[in-house]
């Protein structure tokens, strides 16, 4: 059964501070991996989107790293702000299979970002 | 470019009623997907809609049911609401099926007492 872990399911920094997220997954043939931040309230937006070939891909301040050998994943977010407290979702999507409902979604890690 | 549109924002109902929510998808998109967010299930895939056709479906009962218009507008309904039934329910377009990622709307907080 495909899965998507996510890691740690919340965490809390200081303004300025570097955070890591952890994605697992278990998602195979492995097609592409995205991550998403959902602010409270609002619907998840799109940050990264990476294929089988890419190991590094950066928005901003948001940097995200791929291993397809070891099927893990991290979220790389530098000199965190106020406005980064949020959810931010894993979804994995299998090759042939991308359409979507085939795609399966990590259970999200909760950022709080405090002064 | 206006983004995913989802009326209403936020909704209460009772048990046993219906209800109807909406979704207009960024223009020129024709894939539009339908999820149950809760804060215990996370993202939950309910339906697929692409040329106003369902092409897939995710596991949920039959008092879930969609629609999509060929202007790729979409409605989402629910009969015979029941407690559990409470969450955001999200839309996402994008402009064919399995392209990624999909744009979401804002979602309906739907409550019911």
């Known amino acids: 059964k495909n899965q998507v872990e996510q890691s740690p399911q919340s965490l809390i920094i200081l303004e300025g501070k570097n955070c890591t997220l952890q994605c697992n997954y278990t998602v195979s043939p492995f097609s592409n991996l995205r991550w998403y931040k959902q602010d409270t309230g609002r619907g998840p937006v799109s940050l990264t989107i990476m294929t089988f070939s890419e190991n590094t891909k950066s928005n901003g301040r948001y940097t995200a790293t791929l291993d397809a050998d070891t099927k893990q994943s991290s979220l790389h977010i530098t000199a965190s702000q106020l406005s980064d407290s949020a959810s931010y979702i894993c979804v994995v999507s299998a090759f042939f299979n991308t359409n979507a409902g085939k795609s399966t979604f990590g259970d999200g890690t909760t950022l709080t970002v405090k002064p | 470019k206006a983004g995913v549109t989802q009326t209403p924002r936020y909704l209460i109902k009772t048990r046993g009623q219906q209800v109807t929510l909406s979704c207009s998808p960024i223009?020129?998109?024709?894939?539009v997907s339908w999820y149950q967010q809760t804060p215990g299930q996370g993202l939950q895939f309910l339906f697929e809609y692409f040329s106003e056709t369902q092409r897939n479906k995710g596991n949920f009962p039959g008092r879930f049911s969609g629609r999509q218009f060929s202007n790729s507008r979409s409605e989402m309904n629910v009969s015979t609401l029941e407690l559990g039934d409470s969450a955001l329910y999200l839309c996402?377009?994008?402009?064919?099926?399995?392209?990624?990622?999909?744009?979401f709307g804002d979602g309906t907080r739907l409550s019911i007492l």
């Open positions: 223009s020129g998109h024709r894939s």
């Open positions: 996402a377009s994008s402009v064919d099926r399995g392209d990624q990622p999909q744009h």
